[in-house]
């Protein structure tokens, strides 16, 4: 602590920094004297490059570093910013500061507190003349000086933009961990002046691990003790009580942060062991309008440790930046004047009017069944177990009705995030549908995504309240996840304690006696987040609203015909937990729900069996090992499958034999394979015996992928074509043959992503007149207009001779008698990539490597295309939760590896 106040009271005056500092442009740093004291500031400006451009900037961008950083930290924005306005673009300046007793400003040799220091950043902006629109851009505690400097120049204020921080510690939280040390007596003076472990500490949260030359600037201010005077300060200045000097401050800044109505954005690395997802939770709440953005696997230094700058400049080219000008994000409306469908149509006639379809809850059938002792859903038990559970409908009503308002009465409130980690069945379709009821937002992640993914997921969706079963519970506890705990059976008093479980289901029922139910939800009300597979990346939660979710139940409803009556197997969750909405009666079959190619033949014909099936959806793995188990049913299960009429099988693409051996096994069903995706769950759909039609009328140099048909009624289907290094930048077309990125638009269509600004506007394309979806499959429209996906954007080829997609070649290889599956790649260098087959042979290889000159040369004879090598797998790496789509990019790396001299494994 003697180190602490002696620093405290030094006095230095201010400085440039010393060149040759790895990435700063020296011209950008000037000195600045302002306020009572006449304090010299050290800032970064681009002030001068902007006036010799000749361009009048349309605001400033006013950036605050927080501890123990300086204005090195914002030396891209500042240079990105003047590159933009030499290329044309829009024109920022931008002003980055080093705080006083920080950087390389002056060391006035007085403690200077959070009120200070917020009036302190207002007597510089005063000296500079900034007249606005001013942006603020703040992290750590720079966050909440600039917010201050926000409340206090509304009439200047034209926009927010903060990386992580914290304007309010909520009271059941303690402060971080690492500031608890650092502010301990006999920590804060060593830990923060007396030796550098504190910089040296923050240095070491980037991800990935700063360059020794970035680290070196981040040092430069603070070689000796005397210049670190400012960092023990900060620490010492965080308001850990109601009775510390900043407090009042802080909670004056933290409530005028709500009545802030500029357009916001919140870049975020959720990996902060300071500043985590509920301090973000407090801003968002605060500022219920922002843009917010979690960049998955950033921490602490996010502006090391992602493009932050490119993100911020692009948001403010989008937002309004008038003062008090609201957030100009918002996508465009679902209804169109007029929708087509190609193929259907010549371009000479009118188009229907377009008819939003008619909203009606999810849960409407079960008010209108709360007295139908018919079946609802079937709960099939376990091996051995006592035989399947029967739900009537009046149960089902009664169960959501008594659950709804249990959770109200435990305090679950409109907006809260629910997640629901337990399997598909009674409990899961009735605490679904409960919290849907009172206007809860359901998280669902499939457990397929592991351990690690569910953590990523659920930590990202930072649920409220979580409802489980043991094992998942045991999980949430062990590895933090956020969210008061419920179980769904009734634990002993000690596990309870342990898991931090606070109610059982049937608390639930008791504590909701007498309960009012609240309003229903508005339907545009957020009604979910549901995960994606993770198949091409971190799962992302996908938002729907309570409208958008009966959209997708009215989709499948007028596709397949399912209503009152239907009978529907559903190995598939989002399937089984949207029968209630359509009266449909459901049961998931036998299976783990983590595997899907545990199901067997016999386990679905007892499922059909068990609801008189007349509706079966299957994904393409869990079908591939029913129809290899064929074998083992009986002639009841046969009869049982005979009974199915309409057949579905999605998540990937479904090969036609597969498809075929599965119409053998329900003789009298008519077998489709729809297109979709988390973002919409249905947008094309096809026929076996239109996959065929649509084969046989192929023309010569079709680039060939797989049939899913033609867009549902009320979807639109769009392509945008491939430029030469594979990015799909083409003016979106229906014409025929054209291969492009898929953009689909529906009334079902997702609503966004789940603190994924970035995303949102990448998935996003500006097509007016409708909201439109970038898919990131990459297929063609044929001439009936039918969609035919030939793969992912993300593989597509970039070879010499131009643009390759795999999913045509694969299929030719596949034709080769030899070959079970195939997975083509590109190796090298986009735009002089070679092309590699590799393949799972019939019988399977042991060990992996170069196929044999017999194989290759079939292989090759094939492909009407160079392939550079023909390589040789026991199994081809797919993704977590269908496994069934090929990991195309990690079967490059090792296709590449391998022919580079690598040690061959299994990929």
Same mark, same amino acid.
Request: proline share 9%; aromatic share 4%.
């Given at each position: 602590?003697?180190?602490?106040?002696?620093?405290?009271?030094?006095?230095?005056?201010?400085?440039?920094?010393?060149?040759?500092?790895?990435?700063?442009?020296?011209?950008?740093?000037?000195?600045?004297?302002?306020?009572?004291?006449?304090?010299?500031?050290?800032?970064?400006?681009?002030?001068?490059?902007?006036?010799?451009?000749?361009?009048?900037?349309?605001?400033?961008?006013?950036?605050?570093?927080?501890?123990?950083?300086?204005?090195?930290?914002?030396?891209?924005?500042?240079a990105e910013a003047a590159d933009r306005a030499a290329a044309g673009g829009e024109a920022w300046r931008v002003v980055a500061v080093d705080q006083l007793d920080m950087g390389f400003s002056e060391r006035t040799g007085s403690p200077r507190g959070l009120p200070q220091r917020v009036a302190d950043l207002g007597d510089l902006t005063t000296a500079l003349g900034l007249a606005g629109?001013?942006?603020?851009?703040?992290?750590?505690?720079?966050?909440?000086?600039?917010?201050?400097?926000?409340?206090?120049?509304?009439?200047?204020?034209?926009?927010?933009?903060?990386?992580?921080?914290?304007?309010?510690?909520?009271?059941?939280?303690?402060?971080?961990?690492?500031?608890?040390?650092?502010?301990?007596?006999?920590?804060?003076?060593?830990?923060?002046?007396?030796?550098?472990?504190?910089?040296?500490?923050?240095?070491?949260?980037?991800?990935?691990?700063?360059?020794?030359?970035?680290?070196?600037?981040?040092?430069?201010?603070?070689?000796?003790?005397?210049?670190?005077?400012?960092?023990?300060?900060?620490?010492?200045?965080?308001?850990?009580?109601?009775?510390?000097?900043?407090?009042?401050?802080?909670?004056?800044?933290a409530a005028g942060v709500r009545a802030l109505d500029v357009p916001a954005l919140l870049l975020w690395g959720p990996g902060d062991p300071v500043f985590g997802d509920q301090y973000l939770d407090d801003l968002v709440d605060r500022l219920p309008h922002a843009a917010v953005h979690r960049f998955e696997g950033a921490g602490h230094l996010v502006a090391e440790d992602v493009d932050?700058?490119?993100?911020?400049?692009?948001?403010?080219?989008?937002?309004?930046?008038?003062?008090?000008?609201?957030?100009?994000?918002?996508?465009?409306?679902?209804?169109?004047?007029?929708?087509?469908?190609?193929?259907?149509?010549?371009?000479?006639?009118?188009?229907?009017?377009?008819?939003?379809?008619?909203?009606?809850?999810?849960?409407?059938?079960?008010?209108?069944?709360?007295?139908?002792?018919?079946?609802?859903?079937?709960?099939?038990?376990?091996?051995?177990?006592?035989?399947?559970?029967?739900?009537?409908?009046?149960?089902?009503?009664?169960?959501?009705?008594?659950?709804?308002?249990?959770?109200?009465?435990?305090?679950?409130?409109?907006?809260?995030?629910?997640?629901?980690?337990?399997?598909?069945?009674?409990?899961?379709?009735?605490?679904?549908?409960?919290?849907?009821?009172?206007?809860?937002?359901?998280?669902?992640?499939?457990?397929?995504?592991?351990?690690?993914?569910?953590?990523?997921?659920?930590? !990202? =969706?930072?649920?409220?309240? /979580?409802? #489980?079963?043991? +094992?998942?519970?045991?999980? @949430?506890? $062990? %590895? *933090?996840?956020?969210?008061?705990?419920?179980?769904?059976?009734?634990?002993?008093?000690?596990?309870?304690?342990?898991?931090?479980?606070?109610?059982?289901?049937?608390?639930?029922?008791?504590?909701?006696?007498?309960?009012?139910?609240?309003?229903?939800?508005?339907?545009?009300?957020?009604?979910?987040?549901?995960?994606?597979?993770?198949?091409?990346?971190?799962?992302?939660?996908?938002?729907?609203?309570?409208?958008?979710?009966?959209?997708?139940?009215?989709?499948?409803?007028?596709?397949?015909?399912? !209503? =009152?009556?239907?009978?529907? /197997?559903? #190995?598939?969750? +989002?399937?089984?937990?949207? @029968?209630? $909405? %359509? *009266?449909?009666?459901?049961?998931?079959?036998?299976?783990?729900?983590?595997?899907?190619?545990?199901?067997?033949?016999?386990?679905?014909?007892?499922?059909?069996?068990?609801?008189?099936?007349?509706?079966?959806?299957?994904?393409?793995?869990?079908?591939?090992?029913?129809?290899?188990?064929?074998?083992?049913?009986?002639?009841?299960?046969?009869?049982?499958?005979?009974?199915?009429?309409?057949?579905?099988?999605?998540?990937?693409?479904?090969?036609?034999?597969?498809?075929?051996?599965?119409?053998?096994?329900?003789?009298?069903?008519?077998?489709?394979?729809?297109?979709?995706?988390?973002?919409?769950?249905?947008?094309?759909?096809?026929?076996?015996?239109?996959?065929?039609?649509?084969?046989?009328?192929?023309?010569?140099?079709?680039?060939?992928?797989?049939?899913?048909?033609?867009?549902?009624?009320?979807?639109?289907?769009?392509?945008?074509?491939?430029?030469?290094?594979?990015?799909?930048?083409?003016?979106?077309?229906?014409?025929?043959?054209?291969?492009?990125?898929?953009?689909?638009?529906?009334?079902?269509?997702?609503?966004g992503y789940f603190r994924l600004h970035l995303t949102d506007r990448a998935a996003a394309r500006d097509v007016p007149g409708r909201r439109w979806h970038r898919t990131g499959d990459v297929g063609h429209l044929d001439g009936e207009g039918r969609l035919w996906v030939e793969g992912r954007l993300a593989h597509v080829v970039t070879t010499a001779d131009g643009v390759v997609t795999?999913?045509?070649?694969?299929?030719?290889?596949?034709?080769?008698?030899?070959?079970?599956?195939?997975?083509?790649?590109?190796?090298?260098?986009?735009?002089?990539?070679?092309?590699?087959?590799?393949?799972?042979?019939?019988?399977?290889?042991?060990?992996?490597?170069?196929?044999?000159?017999?194989?290759?040369?079939?292989?090759?004879?094939?492909?009407?295309?160079?392939?550079?090598?023909?390589?040789?797998?026991?199994?081809?790496?797919?993704?977590?939760?269908?496994?069934?789509?090929?990991?195309?990019?990690?079967?490059?790396?090792?296709?590449?590896?391998?022919?580079?001299?690598?040690?061959?494994?299994?990929?």
């Amino acid at each position: 602590m003697r180190a602490l106040l002696a620093a405290a009271g030094a006095i230095a005056p201010a400085s440039l920094p010393p060149r040759g500092l790895h990435g700063l442009d020296p011209s950008f740093s000037r000195l600045v004297t302002a306020g009572p004291g006449a304090h010299t500031w050290h800032l970064l400006d681009n002030a001068d490059h902007l006036d010799r451009l000749g361009v009048e900037p349309v605001g400033t961008l006013l950036c605050v570093h927080g501890n123990p950083t300086w204005s090195y930290l914002w030396r891209r924005l500042v240079a990105e910013a003047a590159d933009r306005a030499a290329a044309g673009g829009e024109a920022w300046r931008v002003v980055a500061v080093d705080q006083l007793d920080m950087g390389f400003s002056e060391r006035t040799g007085s403690p200077r507190g959070l009120p200070q220091r917020v009036a302190d950043l207002g007597d510089l902006t005063t000296a500079l003349g900034l007249a606005g629109p001013v942006v603020t851009v703040g992290h750590d505690w720079g966050g909440v000086i600039s917010l201050g400097w926000a409340v206090d120049h509304p009439d200047l204020l034209a926009g927010v933009v903060l990386l992580n921080t914290a304007v309010h510690q909520p009271a059941h939280l303690r402060v971080p961990v690492p500031l608890r040390l650092a502010l301990r007596p006999a920590v804060l003076g060593s830990a923060t002046v007396a030796t550098p472990a504190f910089l040296e500490t923050t240095l070491a949260l980037a991800r990935p691990r700063l360059p020794r030359p970035v680290r070196d600037a981040y040092r430069a201010p603070y070689r000796e003790a005397a210049r670190r005077g400012g960092i023990g300060g900060f620490v010492a200045d965080i308001p850990v009580t109601a009775a510390h000097p900043s407090a009042a401050e802080l909670d004056r800044v933290a409530a005028g942060v709500r009545a802030l109505d500029v357009p916001a954005l919140l870049l975020w690395g959720p990996g902060d062991p300071v500043f985590g997802d509920q301090y973000l939770d407090d801003l968002v709440d605060r500022l219920p309008h922002a843009a917010v953005h979690r960049f998955e696997g950033a921490g602490h230094l996010v502006a090391e440790d992602v493009d932050y700058a490119t993100a911020a400049l692009d948001w403010l080219a989008s937002a309004t930046t008038g003062p008090g000008a609201p957030a100009a994000d918002a996508p465009p409306p679902d209804a169109p004047a007029e929708y087509d469908v190609p193929g259907t149509r010549s371009a000479d006639t009118p188009a229907p009017p377009y008819e939003p379809p008619r909203y009606e809850p999810l849960w409407h059938h079960l008010d209108a069944q709360r007295d139908s002792t018919r079946t609802a859903l079937v709960e099939m038990a376990p091996t051995g177990g006592a035989g399947p559970r029967v739900v009537t409908w009046a149960l089902l009503a009664r169960r959501v009705r008594e659950l709804a308002a249990g959770l109200t009465a435990v305090g679950v409130r409109p907006g809260d995030r629910v997640s629901l980690l337990v399997p598909p069945g009674a409990d899961l379709t009735a605490v679904l549908y409960a919290c849907l009821r009172i206007g809860a937002v359901v998280v669902v992640a499939d457990a397929g995504l592991g351990v690690r993914g569910l953590t990523r997921a659920v930590r !990202g =969706a930072r649920p409220d309240h /979580v409802v #489980g079963e043991l +094992p998942g519970l045991t999980v @949430a506890r $062990a %590895l *933090g996840w956020p969210g008061r705990r419920i179980s769904t059976t009734p634990l002993l008093p000690a596990v309870a304690r342990a898991l931090g479980v606070g109610h059982a289901l049937v608390d639930l029922v008791d504590a909701g006696r007498g309960v009012e139910l609240p309003a229903e939800p508005s339907p545009d009300a957020t009604a979910a987040v549901l995960f994606t597979s993770g198949s091409t990346g971190p799962a992302k939660g996908v938002v729907y609203t309570h409208r958008q979710l009966a959209a997708v139940a009215g989709a499948l409803r007028a596709q397949y015909d399912l !209503g =009152a009556g239907t009978g529907l /197997v559903a #190995g598939f969750a +989002p399937f089984a937990l949207l @029968a209630p $909405a %359509l *009266g449909a009666r459901s049961v998931t079959p036998d299976m783990d729900v983590t595997s899907p190619r545990t199901l067997t033949a016999p386990a679905v014909a007892a499922a059909a069996a068990a609801v008189d099936a007349t509706v079966l959806f299957l994904s393409p793995a869990a079908l591939a090992n029913v129809v290899a188990t064929a074998g083992d049913l009986t002639p009841a299960d046969h009869a049982a499958l005979a009974r199915v009429r309409t057949f579905l099988s999605a998540g990937a693409p479904v090969p036609e034999h597969l498809l075929a051996a599965a119409g053998r096994l329900m003789p009298n069903a008519e077998p489709h394979t729809p297109y979709g995706m988390t973002e919409g769950l249905l947008m094309t759909d096809a026929t076996l015996a239109g996959i065929r039609e649509a084969t046989a009328a192929r023309a010569d140099g079709d680039p060939g992928g797989v049939c899913v048909g033609r867009p549902t009624a009320t979807t639109q289907v769009r392509i945008s074509p491939l430029g030469d290094d594979g990015a799909a930048t083409g003016e979106p077309t229906t014409e025929a043959g054209r291969t492009g990125e898929i953009l689909v638009s529906a009334p079902h269509l997702k609503d966004g992503y789940f603190r994924l600004h970035l995303t949102d506007r990448a998935a996003a394309r500006d097509v007016p007149g409708r909201r439109w979806h970038r898919t990131g499959d990459v297929g063609h429209l044929d001439g009936e207009g039918r969609l035919w996906v030939e793969g992912r954007l993300a593989h597509v080829v970039t070879t010499a001779d131009g643009v390759v997609t795999p999913v045509g070649l694969e299929q030719r290889v596949e034709r080769v008698p030899a070959v079970d599956r195939a997975g083509v790649v590109g190796i090298g260098p986009r735009g002089t990539q070679l092309l590699v087959a590799v393949v799972e042979t019939r019988p399977r290889t042991r060990r992996p490597g170069l196929a044999p000159a017999e194989l290759a040369g079939a292989v090759r004879a094939a492909v009407p295309a160079p392939l550079a090598a023909v390589l040789v797998v026991p199994g081809l790496p797919t993704d977590v939760r269908h496994n069934s789509k090929i990991d195309r990019t990690r079967l490059a790396r090792w296709a590449e590896d391998v022919l580079s001299g690598g040690r061959v494994r299994r990929p």
